[in-house]
């Protein structure tokens, strides 16, 4: 880097900040009762100097001063990787399984509670990967799908008294059939209007649940959801089999957890099937598949159908876990976040979904504090990624380059 | 010639993505010239203009316009420093006017006075522009259209000219007039860089030519001498 | 019948506020094919910035009505050189990239800046001081309050400036030929970073002046009162025809009367999905809208 362009990196961050400062001042200083600059101050320095840390280490970086560091780790990273890479696939999978086998006996309720909004991202995250990630369709209205299967259940369970592992697979037919309903008009259009379209569906969708109040009682949502049960062995009087509901954490953690590799399973042989090649076809290049035989139409509906499918069944079970249900669940920025896990975290990637899911739920757990702050960092950092690392994470290993990136 | 060139290129290389679409291509032009460019469809003629005019960047090499090096400069600067295109299908703001697209031509230029009395020349020049003034762009025809946007292409007062491929798609009257167009621009003082698929007629035009293949120079000459020369008129010019 | 009619004035000054909404939309997807997810932000800080310097000015003392002039035209700014900002910052770098990286960028900025003004301003509506503006005409049964009267008459005559703007003056007209042909535009000298700065600018200036009109006809604004009428204004946007001025013009006025006729001859509670449903049929019937698409055809 040329001392001409890092001086010109330098005046950059200066006009940017003094514009930034010029922003911020009328929002906090500017007050009926006077013009202040206290609170302005307080927060313009404190990013004038995040900044200024930012810019001097990108410069350092640049001009190499700082490869006595740089290099070593990511040879490390490296190294790591081709280890990664050389090892079977079965063991670092087994491992995380027995992990994830062992950890409710590890942690006590909040470990549980997070993980199990983890497991039920996770669902949600793999099923939007099939739609974004694997067809190449922005849906911005995905959780409709999630609201879809949380109401089925609840409904069913309210009105027909029928069990939860009865109305799991219900639940996600009913998705399925949303996902096609909402699929069939949008598949004419062109990328960023299906973002937008599925958007107003998604939109519409929580519309109806909040103002039809005979089927969802509306804004009030529907209360008291029966718990899962299940038949588990019984050795008091003799071996017999006993109804058990699942009301422990660790035990619906179970559930999710059985649900989640279901999922991780399905996608995975979704992505590596003949369909999974026929969607990659259609998300690089849709006109060519389309020349060569793919049959676009109903391979972008089963798409929608499959992701809605996985979100249903996460809906079922967060009926059934949180045993209430209310349309404000149900919002754009829900679907906004799951997308954003997935973008983030790798499109296409199941680890990378996977690591976006964990990154986006449970590092803001551990930064309870700033809970205030979580969406405007979580907005930030969505723009920072695409500026930075638009391939996510955890990139999912691929042969060539998307034909948009090209040029 | 002894003067030195007003535009060069040297040893000017480009890509499209991977593909090397320009191969260390050298070219000179004189002040006051006009140079072909010729060769078949996708040699690299049109990447050429693009690379000058920085809508494509040079991978390596220099290119120097009235000894400057331009490599670096916005292309949107370049005809305020007198360097036009007019590029490959006309492309003329469809949904502006002529006038409005001959307005558009002397955006950077500050002396409205003048400004009026340039268009008027363009009418001059092609009187039938001026019939049609207030008629939209994508209305006229290919030829008209090609007028257009050498009309204003003429109204940034360039001192060098890129045309590409002024011959396409227009019928063989129109395209004598469009030559005979080009040659006046020249004597008036404009230097022209002509890329045509249409050897025949460019190097009739011209002073010099450069024969361009696969993204490399293959030949370099006076223009008469590429007429006459045996290899090119089996190549490009019909033999 | 007088019901009619009462409904047709209020249709017509939501309309209004949804035009001005839809036309940043429109100009600059005609001039980068970027969906601004952000634009409803801009809209929503307008409102914000109004009732800031409106407040502030009275408090200094100064007539109400240069207080709500003034107001105006320093929210309008304000909210111009954000857009600008928010350009350079999120969009620019990413010209090249994938329309995908694009459109999360813009959604990433959009939660930003909402949640950046919940954190400024609070999570509560803010009033406006909406005494300096009560009061209106009766006809009979019908009224028309001075806000109305005030946000119509408004919004013409920004519409009329826009109009001279874009079709009168130079750099109106290079904004167009930027619209249609990018890499032509640089090529006859038209600096394309610059007219996009300022289509972006123009774009939250429109905005803002109907955040501000929001304000005063409702009685206050929220940090999170972007997102629904930003939804509809796209929706106005591509029923007119995506890039086409005077189609987000007429299709920001047709969104307004249907939503509150709606409203008020069928169905109050799904008024907001009447802007989707039209948004979906027009993508699905006729995308290039009723009166055409203003985009470059050049880039495929």
């Known amino acids: 880097m040329t001392t001409q362009e890092s001086k010109s990196v330098w005046i950059g961050l200066g006009i940017g900040l003094i514009w930034f400062l010029i922003l911020l001042w009328p929002l906090l200083g500017i007050k009926p009762e006077g013009l202040e600059f206290g609170r302005t101050w307080y927060v313009f320095i404190r990013v004038a100097i995040a900044a200024l840390i930012f810019v001097t280490f990108y410069q350092l970086k640049e001009r190499g001063s700082l490869d006595s560091v740089l290099t070593p780790v990511s040879n490390a990273g490296g190294s790591i990787k081709r280890l990664y890479e050389a090892t079977p696939k079965w063991i670092p999978i087994l491992c995380v399984l027995g992990l994830a086998l062992a950890y409710p006996m590890m942690t006590g309720r909040y470990g549980h509670d997070v993980a199990i909004s983890v497991l039920i991202y996770i669902c949600l995250g793999l099923g939007l990967n099939v739609v974004v990630g694997l067809a190449g369709l922005l849906d911005l209205g995905y959780i409709a799908f999630y609201g879809v299967g949380a109401y089925t259940y609840a409904l069913m369970s309210l009105h027909f008294g029928l069990s939860f592992w009865l109305c799991l697979p219900v639940a996600g037919l009913l998705a399925a059939i949303a996902g096609c309903i909402i699929g069939y008009p949008t598949l004419r259009m062109r990328g960023d209007y299906l973002a937008i379209v599925t958007l107003g569906f998604g939109e519409i969708v929580r519309l109806i649940l909040n103002n039809w109040m005979q089927l969802t009682n509306g804004p009030n949502g529907i209360m008291s959801i029966k718990r899962p049960t299940i038949y588990w062995p019984d050795f008091a009087d003799g071996f017999a089999f006993e109804l058990l509901k699942i009301k422990k954490l660790w035990a619906l953690y179970y559930v999710i957890l059985a649900i989640a590799i279901f999922t991780i399973i399905s996608v995975y042989r979704l992505n590596f099937s003949r369909i999974g090649r026929a969607w990659e076809a259609i998300r690089e290049d849709e006109t060519a598949a389309e020349l060569m035989g793919v049959n676009t139409f109903l391979l972008k509906l089963l798409a929608y159908a499959m992701g809605a499918t996985f979100a249903g069944f996460a809906g079922a079970f967060f009926a059934a876990r949180m045993r209430f249900v209310g349309p404000e669940s149900f919002s754009f920025l829900e679907s906004a976040m799951v997308l954003a896990m997935v973008v983030l975290g790798g499109m296409g990637s199941i680890p990378g979904v996977i690591l976006g899911v964990i990154a986006l739920v449970a590092l803001p757990e551990a930064f309870r504090e700033f809970e205030l702050y979580r969406m405007l960092v979580f907005g930030g950092v969505m723009t920072a990624m695409m500026l930075v690392r638009p391939a996510g994470l955890w990139p999912a290993k691929r042969v060539g380059r998307r034909s948009e990136e090209a040029e | 010639m002894s003067e030195k060139p007003i535009l060069?290129?040297?040893?000017?290389?480009?890509?499209?993505?991977?593909?090397?679409?320009?191969k260390s291509i050298s070219i000179k032009v004189f002040p006051g010239e006009i140079v072909s460019i010729i060769g078949a469809n996708g040699a690299g003629k049109s990447t050429t203009l693009m690379t000058i005019c920085?809508?494509?960047?040079?991978?390596?090499?220099?290119?120097?316009?009235?000894?400057?090096?331009?490599?670096?400069?916005?292309?949107?600067?370049?005809?305020?420093?007198?360097?036009?295109?007019?590029?490959?299908?006309?492309?003329?703001?469809?949904?502006?006017?002529?006038l409005e697209n001959l307005d558009m031509g002397a955006f950077f230029r500050r002396d409205s006075a003048r400004i009026k009395q340039d268009i008027e020349r363009v009418f001059e020049l092609f009187p039938k522009l001026k019939e049609r003034r207030k008629q939209l762009g994508g209305t006229?025809?290919?030829?008209?259209?090609?007028?257009?946007?050498?009309?204003?292409?003429?109204?940034?007062?360039?001192?060098?000219?890129?045309?590409?491929?002024?011959?396409?798609?227009?019928?063989?009257?129109?395209?004598?007039?469009?030559?005979?167009?080009?040659?006046?621009?020249?004597?008036?003082?404009?230097?022209?860089?002509?890329?045509?698929?249409?050897?025949?007629?460019?190097?009739?035009?011209?002073?010099?030519?450069?024969?361009?293949?696969?993204?490399?120079?293959?030949?370099?000459d006076d223009a008469d001498k590429l007429l006459t020369n045996p290899d090119i008129r089996k190549a490009y010019l019909g033999e | 019948m007088e019901y009619f009619l009462q409904q047709l004035v209020n249709g017509l000054t939501l309309g209004g506020v949804y035009a001005l909404i839809a036309l940043g939309y429109t100009m600059v997807y005609g001039i980068i094919q970027l969906i601004n997810f952000a634009h409803g932000e801009f809209f929503a800080a307008g409102g914000y910035m109004g009732v800031i310097f409106i407040?502030?000015?009275?408090?200094?003392?100064?007539?109400?009505?240069?207080?709500?002039?003034?107001?105006?035209?320093?929210?309008?700014?304000?909210?111009?050189?954000?857009?600008?900002?928010?350009?350079?910052?999120?969009?620019?770098?990413?010209?090249?990239?994938?329309?995908?990286?694009?459109?999360?960028?813009?959604?990433?900025?959009?939660?930003?800046?909402?949640?950046?003004?919940?954190?400024?301003?609070?999570?509560?509506?803010?009033?406006?001081?909406?005494?300096?503006?009560?009061?209106?005409?009766?006809?009979?049964?019908i009224s028309i309050s001075y806000m109305q009267i005030i946000i119509v008459s408004l919004t013409a005559i920004l519409l009329i400036a826009l109009n001279m703007l874009v079709f009168k003056t130079r750099i109106g007209k290079a904004m167009r030929a930027t619209a249609q042909d990018k890499v032509m535009s640089a090529l006859v000298g038209i600096n394309s970073n610059r007219i996009i700065?300022?289509?972006?600018?123009?774009?939250?200036?429109?905005?803002?002046?109907?955040?501000?009109?929001?304000?005063?006809?409702?009685?206050?604004?929220?940090?999170?009162?972007?997102?629904?009428?930003g939804i509809k204004a796209f929706a106005a946007a591509v029923l007119g025809g995506i890039g086409n001025i005077t189609g987000a013009m007429v299709g920001g006025l047709i969104i307004?009367?249907?939503?509150?006729?709606?409203?008020?001859?069928?169905?109050?509670?799904?008024?907001?999905?009447?802007?989707?449903?039209?948004?979906?049929?027009?993508?699905?019937?006729?995308?290039?809208?009723?009166?055409?698409?203003?985009?470059?055809?050049?880039?495929?």
Request: one cysteine or more; hydrophobic letters at 45%; glycine letters at 10%.
């Open chain 2, 140 to 220: 006229l025809s290919g030829g008209e259209q090609q007028m257009l946007a050498m009309g204003r292409a003429l109204m940034s007062s360039p001192k060098v000219l890129l045309l590409d491929e002024p011959s396409m798609g227009l019928a063989p009257l129109l395209v004598q007039q469009i030559f005979d167009i080009v040659k006046m621009i020249n004597e008036q003082g404009v230097t022209v860089v002509l890329v045509e698929q249409n050897a025949n007629l460019a190097l009739q035009c011209s002073q010099r030519g450069y024969v361009l293949e696969t993204g490399s120079v293959v030949m370099e």
């Open chain 3, 55 to 141: 407040s502030w000015l009275a408090s200094q003392g100064v007539d109400p009505y240069i207080c709500m002039g003034l107001g105006l035209v320093l929210a309008m700014l304000y909210c111009a050189l954000l857009a600008m900002a928010v350009e350079k910052l999120a969009y620019k770098p990413l010209r090249n990239a994938s329309r995908l990286a694009v459109l999360l960028s813009a959604l990433g900025m959009s939660i930003f800046l909402q949640n950046g003004l919940m954190l400024t301003q609070g999570v509560y509506d803010r009033p406006y001081p909406t005494e300096l503006t009560q009061g209106g005409f009766h006809f009979g049964l």
């Open chain 2, 54 to 98: 920085n809508v494509i960047n040079a991978s390596e090499g220099d290119i120097f316009y009235k000894g400057e090096r331009i490599n670096d400069v916005a292309s949107d600067i370049l005809p305020t420093m007198g360097l036009c295109q007019v590029p490959e299908g006309r492309r003329i703001f469809p949904r502006l006017t002529v």
């Open chain 3, 197 to 229: 700065s300022l289509t972006f600018a123009i774009g939250a200036g429109l905005a803002a002046a109907a955040g501000i009109m929001v304000g005063f006809y409702y009685g206050s604004v929220n940090y999170s009162m972007g997102f629904v009428p």
């Open chain 2, 8 to 22: 060069e290129l040297k040893n000017v290389s480009s890509h499209y993505g991977r593909i090397q679409a320009l």
């Open chain 3, 256 to 300: 307004g009367l249907v939503e509150i006729f709606a409203a008020g001859y069928l169905s109050s509670e799904y008024k907001d999905v009447f802007a989707f449903i039209i948004l979906i049929g027009v993508l699905y019937f006729k995308p290039t809208g009723i009166m055409g698409e203003n985009v470059d055809d050049t880039r495929v």
